[in-house]
Nanobody, 122 residues
Framework: QLQLVESGGGLVQAGGSLRLSCTSS????????MGWFRQAPGKEREFVAV????????DYTDSVKGRFTISRDNAKNTLYLQMNSLKPEDTAVYYC???????????????WGQGTQVTVSS
Protein backbone atom coordinates (compact mmCIF):
# COMPACT_ATOMS: atom_id res chain seq x y z
CA GLN A 1 0.00 0.00 0.00
CA LEU A 2 1.37 3.37 -1.02
CA GLN A 3 0.98 6.08 1.63
CA LEU A 4 1.62 9.64 0.52
CA VAL A 5 2.26 12.82 2.50
CA GLU A 6 2.36 16.23 0.84
CA SER A 7 4.23 19.24 2.21
CA GLY A 8 5.61 22.61 1.13
CA GLY A 9 2.44 24.62 0.73
CA GLY A 10 1.97 28.09 2.12
CA LEU A 11 1.07 31.71 1.46
CA VAL A 12 2.97 33.49 -1.30
CA GLN A 13 2.54 36.68 -3.29
CA ALA A 14 1.70 36.58 -6.98
CA GLY A 15 4.86 36.01 -8.98
CA GLY A 16 6.47 34.02 -6.21
CA SER A 17 7.55 30.39 -6.05
CA LEU A 18 6.92 27.30 -3.96
CA ARG A 19 8.15 23.73 -4.13
CA LEU A 20 5.79 20.99 -3.06
CA SER A 21 6.99 17.58 -1.97
CA CYS A 22 5.16 14.29 -1.78
CA THR A 23 6.88 11.60 0.25
CA SER A 24 5.95 7.94 0.06
CA SER A 25 6.36 5.31 2.71
CA UNK A 26 5.83 2.48 0.25
CA UNK A 27 8.74 0.59 -1.26
CA UNK A 28 7.01 0.43 -4.64
CA UNK A 29 7.01 4.19 -5.24
CA UNK A 30 9.52 3.89 -8.09
CA UNK A 31 7.15 1.57 -9.97
CA UNK A 32 4.31 4.05 -10.23
CA UNK A 33 3.35 6.92 -12.45
CA MET A 34 2.67 9.85 -10.11
CA GLY A 35 0.52 12.92 -10.49
CA TRP A 36 -0.32 16.25 -8.90
CA PHE A 37 -3.89 17.51 -8.71
CA ARG A 38 -5.48 20.54 -7.09
CA GLN A 39 -8.87 21.49 -5.77
CA ALA A 40 -10.12 25.01 -5.17
CA PRO A 41 -13.14 25.68 -2.93
CA GLY A 42 -16.37 24.78 -4.68
CA LYS A 43 -14.59 23.29 -7.67
CA GLU A 44 -13.86 19.78 -8.83
CA ARG A 45 -10.40 18.30 -8.35
CA GLU A 46 -8.34 19.02 -11.45
CA PHE A 47 -5.24 17.57 -13.06
CA VAL A 48 -2.03 19.59 -12.80
CA ALA A 49 0.85 17.35 -13.90
CA VAL A 50 1.96 13.73 -14.18
CA UNK A 51 5.31 11.97 -14.43
CA UNK A 52 6.14 8.43 -15.52
CA UNK A 53 7.78 5.97 -13.15
CA UNK A 54 11.20 6.62 -14.69
CA UNK A 55 10.79 10.37 -14.89
CA UNK A 56 11.31 10.32 -18.65
CA UNK A 57 7.82 11.45 -19.55
CA UNK A 58 5.77 14.32 -18.16
CA ASP A 59 2.50 16.01 -18.98
CA TYR A 60 0.97 19.28 -17.78
CA THR A 61 -2.32 21.03 -17.92
CA ASP A 62 -2.11 24.04 -20.23
CA SER A 63 -2.55 26.64 -17.49
CA VAL A 64 0.70 25.65 -15.73
CA LYS A 65 2.94 24.86 -18.70
CA GLY A 66 6.15 26.87 -18.56
CA ARG A 67 5.56 27.75 -14.89
CA PHE A 68 5.40 24.40 -13.05
CA THR A 69 7.84 21.49 -13.20
CA ILE A 70 7.11 17.99 -11.95
CA SER A 71 10.04 15.77 -10.99
CA ARG A 72 10.84 12.78 -8.81
CA ASP A 73 13.68 11.22 -6.87
CA ASN A 74 13.02 7.48 -6.69
CA ALA A 75 15.95 6.95 -4.34
CA LYS A 76 14.21 9.22 -1.84
CA ASN A 77 10.67 8.03 -2.64
CA THR A 78 9.73 11.64 -3.24
CA LEU A 79 7.74 13.51 -5.87
CA TYR A 80 8.14 17.26 -6.39
CA LEU A 81 6.25 20.13 -7.95
CA GLN A 82 8.24 23.31 -8.52
CA MET A 83 5.82 26.18 -8.97
CA ASN A 84 7.09 29.50 -10.34
CA SER A 85 5.34 32.70 -11.41
CA LEU A 86 2.40 31.81 -9.21
CA LYS A 87 -0.96 33.43 -9.85
CA PRO A 88 -3.97 33.91 -7.56
CA GLU A 89 -5.86 31.36 -9.65
CA ASP A 90 -3.31 28.72 -8.57
CA THR A 91 -4.77 28.91 -5.05
CA ALA A 92 -5.99 25.45 -4.07
CA VAL A 93 -5.26 22.38 -2.00
CA TYR A 94 -2.65 20.35 -3.88
CA TYR A 95 -2.67 16.56 -3.78
CA CYS A 96 -0.37 13.85 -5.06
CA UNK A 97 -1.56 10.43 -6.16
CA UNK A 98 -0.51 7.41 -8.19
CA UNK A 99 -2.18 6.46 -11.40
CA UNK A 100 -1.90 5.61 -15.10
CA UNK A 101 0.11 7.78 -17.45
CA UNK A 102 -1.96 9.33 -20.21
CA UNK A 103 -5.01 10.01 -18.10
CA UNK A 104 -6.08 13.27 -16.44
CA UNK A 105 -9.24 12.09 -14.71
CA UNK A 106 -8.65 12.15 -10.94
CA UNK A 107 -10.99 9.16 -10.57
CA UNK A 108 -8.34 6.97 -12.21
CA UNK A 109 -5.81 7.87 -9.51
CA UNK A 110 -5.48 6.50 -6.00
CA UNK A 111 -3.50 6.46 -2.76
CA TRP A 112 -4.27 10.15 -2.21
CA GLY A 113 -2.36 12.16 0.36
CA GLN A 114 -4.04 14.63 2.72
CA GLY A 115 -3.13 17.62 0.58
CA THR A 116 -1.23 20.84 1.18
CA GLN A 117 -2.74 24.32 0.93
CA VAL A 118 -1.28 26.82 -1.53
CA THR A 119 -2.55 30.38 -1.31
CA VAL A 120 -1.40 33.05 -3.75
CA SER A 121 -2.23 36.64 -2.86
CA SER A 122 -2.60 39.37 -5.48
Amino acid sequence: QLQLVESGGGLVQAGGSLRLSCTSSGRSFSSYTMGWFRQAPGKEREFVAVISWSGDSTDYTDSVKGRFTISRDNAKNTLYLQMNSLKPEDTAVYYCARGPFGYRDYRRFGSWGQGTQVTVSS
